[in-house]
């Protein structure tokens, strides 16, 4: 069964700077992966999704890699600001077969930026 | 605008009682989900459905069920027998299923209480 992990859990830096957050998965046969984004109390927002055939995918200050036979994922993000805080999640597709539809999500990283 | 509305954003609910979950596109998606948010937790998911008339169980069904009577609809009943709902519930959809390259976009999320 797919395991999707995150670490760390949380996460606090200055404004400013640049980080990196990490997302892991056991089941290297995946058809994608998706970054989403959470607000406290909200639903989430799409940020990247990779196919399995690329390395990664770029949206403004965020930048997202994945080495699938490796099992990880990285999200870059650039010069963060206080916007940024938020709960990061990534959630991978199984590549085929019953169940194809269904995300198995990580438990997130809450990102906090300070001023 | 289009969009994903959930309502109620807030439910509370006595021991015993059913109670249904709203969920509304007008994306003109095919597919639609509901996921369950525990605190400190990845998604899990309930049921989905392709098409309209169709649905799936996913991994935490029991103690829920839903209908598909419209493409754009897709209420969610949670029932007596689920023994801990409270919980954050959140709906998505999709512009198809299966292994493609689709996003899932989310709605706003409803939290349930059982009091």
């Known amino acids: 069964k797919q395991e999707v992990t995150q670490i760390p859990a949380a996460l606090s830096v200055p404004e400013g700077e640049n980080l990196v957050l990490n997302c892991s998965f056991t089941?290297?046969?995946?058809?994608?992966l998706q970054w989403f984004r959470q607000d406290p109390g909200k639903g989430l927002t799409s940020l990247l999704l990779?196919?399995?055939?690329?390395r990664e995918q770029t949206s403004g200050r965020l930048n997202a890699s994945l080495d699938k036979s490796s099992g990880r994922s990285t999200l870059y993000i650039a010069a963060s600001q206080p916007g940024d805080s938020a709960t990061y999640l990534c959630?991978?597709?199984?590549?085929?077969?019953?169940?194809?539809?269904?995300?198995?999500f990580g438990k997130g990283t809450k990102l906090s930026v300070i001023p | 605008d289009g969009g994903i509305t959930q309502s109620p954003k807030y439910l509370f609910r006595k021991e015993g009682q059913n109670v249904t979950l709203s969920c509304e596109q007008n994306?003109?998606?095919?597919?639609m989900y509901w996921y369950r948010q525990d605190p400190g937790q990845g998604l899990r998911l309930i049921y989905y459905?392709?098409?309209?008339?169709?649905?799936q169980k996913g991994d935490i069904a029991e103690g829920y069920s839903v209908s598909r009577e419209k493409k754009e609809s897709f209420p969610l009943t949670v029932t007596s027998a689920q023994k801990n709902p409270t919980a954050f519930y959140l709906c998505?959809?999709?512009?198809?299923?299966?292994?493609?390259?689709?996003?899932?976009?989310f709605g706003p999320g409803t939290r349930l209480t059982v009091l």
């Open positions: 998505a959809s999709s512009v198809r299923q299966g292994p493609s390259t689709d996003t899932q976009y």
């Open positions: 089941d290297s046969a995946i058809y994608n």
């Open positions: 990779i196919q399995s055939s690329q």
């Open positions: 959630a991978v597709r199984p590549h085929s077969g019953a169940g194809s539809y269904q995300l198995t």
């Open positions: 994306l003109n998606h095919d597919a």
């Open positions: 459905s392709q098409i309209v008339n169709d649905f």
